[in-house]
C-alpha cells in the first residue's frame, strides 16, 4: 500500500485546517517568553535564542514523527484526529483518548498562570 497525497481540493483545501490549528497551538506558550528568560540561568539574547530555537525544532520535529506516522499507516483516509481512525472498542486507543482528555485539562489552566 502506498499512501496517497493532496486530494481532489489539492494539498492545500480545507482540509488542511485542523492540521494548522494543532501546529499553531503547540507553539501557545509565547505570552510565557519573558518568564521564561528570567528564570533562563545565564541569561542572555543569544543563550535565550538558542533554548528556543531548540524547544521549537523538537517540538516540530515531534509533530512531524507523529503525523507521518499517523500518515504513513492511514494514508490518505486518516482522521485529522489521528485516534478516531482505530477502532472505539480498541483498549490501547479508548486509554490514549481519556490520557489525551486528561493531559488537555489539566494543562489548559497552567497555560494561564
Avoid at 485546517?17 to 509565547?30: N, Q, R, T
Avoid at 535565550?48 to 499507516?73: D, K, Q, R, W
Avoid at 484526529?81 to 490501547?92: C, E, G, K, T
Wanted: aromatic letters at 18%.
Amino acid at each position: 500500500y502506498t499512501p496517497k497525497f493532496g486530494s481532489e481540493n489539492g494539498a492545500w483545501g480545507l482540509g488542511i485546517l485542523p492540521f494548522a490549528c494543532m501546529a499553531f497551538e503547540s507553539y501557545v506558550m509565547h505570552y510565557n517568553s519573558a518568564r521564561f528568560y528570567a528564570e533562563l540561568k545565564d541569561a542572555s539574547l543569544a543563550r535565550f535564542g538558542g533554548v528556543v530555537t531548540g524547544a521549537f525544532g523538537f517540538s516540530a520535529m515531534v509533530y512531524i514523527a507523529i503525523a507521518s506516522i499517523g500518515f504513513l499507516t492511514f494514508g490518505e483516509n486518516a482522521s485529522s484526529y489521528i485516534l478516531n481512525n482505530y477502532s472505539a472498542v480498541d483498549p490501547l486507543a479508548t486509554l490514549s483518548r481519556l490520557l489525551v482528555a486528561f493531559s488537555t485539562l489539566t494543562s489548559y489552566p497552567i497555560v494561564f498562570i
